[in-house]
């Protein structure tokens, strides 16, 4: 098992959960710099009625309230799907270094896949991206999401 597997496991739990709500199954955490998790969010878009509910920026208004600060540039993001450009600028506005994503998102993915915002020259930062951590379960919970709805 991987360094990320366990962090993977618990966005894919989350994911989960969006799926039963009737939310494209993201999962979101942000791992703290001592190894434990300071923030969670799942896809609450359907829930909340919110276009900004992605997993992601909910695990990172999570982490930022736990810490006290929005600074988290000793944190991790460990997200089930590759964010989309929102969930990047979000996630390069918290000052996060590095980003583990489980499955690409070949149609709206911002972090490798058809736009790499995160380590765009001219923007200067540069997040470090490690992908394909549990690819094959993240794949599946967003693939049996959508066959069930056509």
């Known amino acids: 098992m991987g ?3 366990q962090a993977m496991d618990d966005a894919l739990a989350l994911a989960r959960e969006a799926a039963a709500h009737h939310d494209v199954p993201v ?3 942000v791992v703290g710099p001592d190894g434990r998790i300071v923030g ?6 359907e829930a909340d009625g919110d ?3 992605h997993a992601e920026v909910l695990a990172l208004r999570a982490a930022a309230s736990a810490l006290g ?3 988290l540039d000793d944190c991790t993001l460990v997200v089930t799907l590759e964010p989309c ?3 990047a600028g979000a996630l390069l506005a918290a000052r996060i270094p590095r980003l583990v994503i489980g ?4 149609k709206a993915g911002a972090t490798g896949s058809q736009w790499d915002v995160v380590r765009d020259a001219r923007i200067g930062s540069k997040v470090e991206v490690i992908a394909g951590v549990r690819a094959d379960a993240c794949a599946a919970v967003l693939t049996e999401f959508f066959e069930a709805r056509r």
């Open 27 to 29: 999962g979101a955490v």
């Open 85 to 87: 450009v929102m969930c």
């Open 103 to 106: 499955a690409w998102d070949e």
């Open 69 to 71: 600060r929005w600074r």
């Open 40 to 45: 969670s969010g799942r896809n609450r878009r």
């Open 51 to 53: 276009p900004t509910a």
């Open 3 to 5: 360094m990320w597997d």
